[in-house]
T-cell receptor
Framework: NAGVTQTPKFRILKIGQSMTLQCTQD?????MYWYRQDPGMGLKLIYY???????DKGEVPNGYNVSRSTTEDFPLRLELAAPSQTSVYFC????????????FGEGSRLTVL | AQSVTQLGSHVSVSEGALVLLRCNYS??????LFWYVQYPNQGLQLLLK??????LVKGINGFEAEFKKSETSFHLTKPSAHMSDAAEYFC???????????FGSGTQLTVLP
C-alpha cells in the first residue's frame, strides 16, 4: 500500500527555472494538500483541493500553481523559482472517513540557487 | 481564525523521564486536534487525535494527550521517555467543518542517555 507518493525527493533549481513536484495517492481520498516546511516555522499550507477540478489557495500561495484533473494526482508547479522557495514540500491527503487525519508523503527537498 | 501555539521549540529530557510537550490552540468552533511526529528526513506520522469523544486520548508509542477546553490546551505526555522518541512533534488544529489543518511551529524533543 503506497499511500502518498511524492517525486522527486531532491531537486536543485537555478533562479528563474520552473519545475513541477508530483504527488499521487492511492487511497481514493477527496482532499489533497501541499504544505511547505521551513525550520522553526512549522508547516504552511500552499494550496489544497477538495476534489477533482476544485482547488483553493492556502496561506502562502504566491509563486505556485496547482491543478487537480484526477482524484489521485495533485501536482504543484513552481514558476520562476526564487531562493525564498527553498524548502521542504509535503503533499498530504485526507477524507471525511479519516476524521480529518492527514496522510503525508515523505517530502521533496527543493533548493533554489 | 484558528491558531496553534507550541511552547518550547526545544525540549530535552533524560531517558526514563516524563515527556511533556505543550500545545495551546484558538478556535471559534469546537476543534479537532492532532499530534504528529516527524523523524529526520521523513514525512509526518499521526500520533493521536481528538475528535470530540473522550478528552483523554491515547496514541501510538505510549503517548497520550488530554483535551482541556477551559485551558484551550492539548498537551502531549509520555510517562517514560525512550531514546527512539527523539524527533520533532507538531500540534495541529482543524476547526469544525474546515478542510485544512493549521500546524504549530513544532517542538524538537531530545532524549539524553
Amino acid at each position: 500500500n503506497a499511500g502518498v507518493t511524492q517525486t522527486p525527493k531532491f531537486r536543485i533549481l537555478k533562479i528563474g527555472q520552473s519545475m513541477t513536484l508530483q504527488c499521487t495517492q492511492d487511497m481514493n481520498h477527496n482532499y489533497m494538500y501541499w504544505y511547505r516546511q521551513d525550520p522553526g516555522m512549522g508547516l504552511k499550507l500552499i494550496y489544497y483541493s477538495v476534489g477533482a477540478g476544485i482547488t483553493d489557495k492556502g496561506e502562502v500561495p504566491n509563486g505556485y500553481n496547482v491543478s487537480r484533473s484526477t482524484t489521485e494526482d495533485f501536482p504543484l508547479r513552481l514558476e520562476l523559482a526564487a531562493p525564498s522557495q527553498t524548502s521542504v514540500y509535503f503533499c498530504a491527503s485526507s477524507d471525511t472517513t479519516t476524521g480529518g487525519e492527514l496522510f503525508f508523503g515523505e517530502g521533496s527537498r527543493l533548493t533554489v540557487l | 481564525a484558528q491558531s496553534v501555539t507550541q511552547l518550547g521549540s526545544h525540549v530535552s529530557v533524560s531517558e526514563g523521564a516524563l515527556v511533556l510537550l505543550r500545545c495551546n490552540y484558538s478556535s471559534s468552533v469546537p476543534p479537532y486536534l492532532f499530534w504528529y511526529v516527524q523523524y529526520p528526513n521523513q514525512g509526518l506520522q499521526l500520533l493521536l487525535k481528538y475528535t470530540s469523544a473522550a478528552t483523554l486520548v491515547k496514541g501510538i508509542n505510549g503517548f497520550e494527550a488530554e483535551f482541556k477546553k477551559s485551558e484551550t490546551s492539548f498537551h502531549l505526555t509520555k510517562p517514560s521517555a525512550h531514546m527512539s522518541d527523539a524527533a520533532e512533534y507538531f500540534c495541529a488544529v482543524r476547526p469544525g467543518s474546515a478542510r485544512q489543518l493549521t500546524f504549530g511551529s513544532g517542538t524538537q524533543l531530545t532524549v539524553l542517555p
